[in-house]
């Protein structure tokens, strides 16, 4: 594709995802913009289904909201709260870990760099993009598999992995599209542009890609 096609291609993604659920971590982070529960979320969503993850915030978040109230509760009491995530019991020493320093660092606050986010044990680019975008309003590319595959497949990007896409996308990407791509495209890639197979008759920017790796379609 050509890269000043992207405008039209995120457009004509949005357009079509309309009546499609957003990724968890977005729905939540509509629902109530605090950095914390983004960060314990997208943590919570690492390796796990949305449904799963979504189940198990609202149990944590019922319990305890913030650092402070984190610290009160057990690591069985936390365990079973978001049992059956992906890796609960890692999860779980994640969570308070990261709680302590917090408290201990930050007073309580999540922070909103990118350096700082990433001295957080358990805490990846691709989180502390999320809470920097979600959570900040500030300006970062959250790229996981989906995104990386997608941008990749329309030709937009050339990169192996999804750090290199997305500091790729941060060379090239249009500010103004930083925080929804990752909503659009994880959604996009969940229900349309699939790892295999993916629905290409039914795509509304066929016109645009250049099918990088498609080998089956339907």
Known sequence: MHDNDISSVIELIAEVLKTEKNPIVSELAEQKRDPFQILI??????????????????RLFA???????????????????????GFYRNKTKTIINVSKKLIKEYDGRVPDTMEELLSLKG??????????????????????THVHRISNRLGYVETKTPGETEFA??????????????TFLVSFGRNICRPISPFCSQCPVSTYCDRIGVTRSR
């Not at 449904?51 to 198990?56: F, I, N, P, Q, S």
């Not at 990846?124 to 970062?140: D, E, F, P, S, Y």
């Not at 996308?169 to 990752?182: A, E, S």
């Open 63 to 85: 319990l305890a909201a913030t650092p402070h109230e984190m610290l009160t509760l057990t690591e069985d009491q936390i365990i079973d709260a978001i049992y059956p995530v």
């Open 41 to 58: 979320s997208t943590i919570l969503s690492l390796r796990t289904k949305d449904e799963v993850t979504e189940v198990a915030s609202r």
């Open 123 to 144: 805490v990846g680019r691709k989180t502390a993009n999320l809470v920097i975008t979600l959570g900040h309003q500030g300006r970062g590319i959250c790229v996981d």
């Open 169 to 182: 996308l941060r060379k090239k990407l249009p500010v103004q599209f930083w925080t929804v791509y990752n």
